[in-house]
DNA sequence: AACCTGACTTCGG
DNA sequence: TCCGAAGCCAGGT
């Protein structure tokens, strides 16, 4: 069928079981290209509240949120403590353990 | 149809 | 080790 790769990430993202958390290098591959990450960062704009998507569970390859403080930072902080995941003094997360790969 | 944009990623200095 | 610059993809305007 035709999918595009949007909705292969869109799919991807919503399947993100809580406690556990991706990066957007990592969807990308999984939705078939590696190197779309800028795509996903998209694909959450566009649709993540219409689809009801977990915004929150997706994070830079640093393991790091990537939005700024005062702009959604806290609040993606304070979800993902929430389910469990675990943020370092450096406000970093420990992707070997609470990284998503199924 | 062309140009712009985005919560990225990666390599080089 | 840290900062800057370039590369990449697909949807929107």
Redesign the pocket.
Known sequence: MAE???ERVRNLIKNIPPGRVA????IAAMAG?P????????V???S?EKYDLP??R?????GK???SPGD?FEL?KKLLTHEGIEFTGDNQVNLSKFLWNP
């Not at 190197?35 to 998209?42: S, T, Y």
């Not at 997706?58 to 640093?62: D, L, Q």
């Open positions: 595009t790769f949007t990066t957007y290098g990592l290209n190197r779309a990450a800028r795509q996903v960062v998209w959450l704009h566009s993540s915004w929150h997706v994070i830079n390859s640093k949120i990537s939005l959604g993606q």
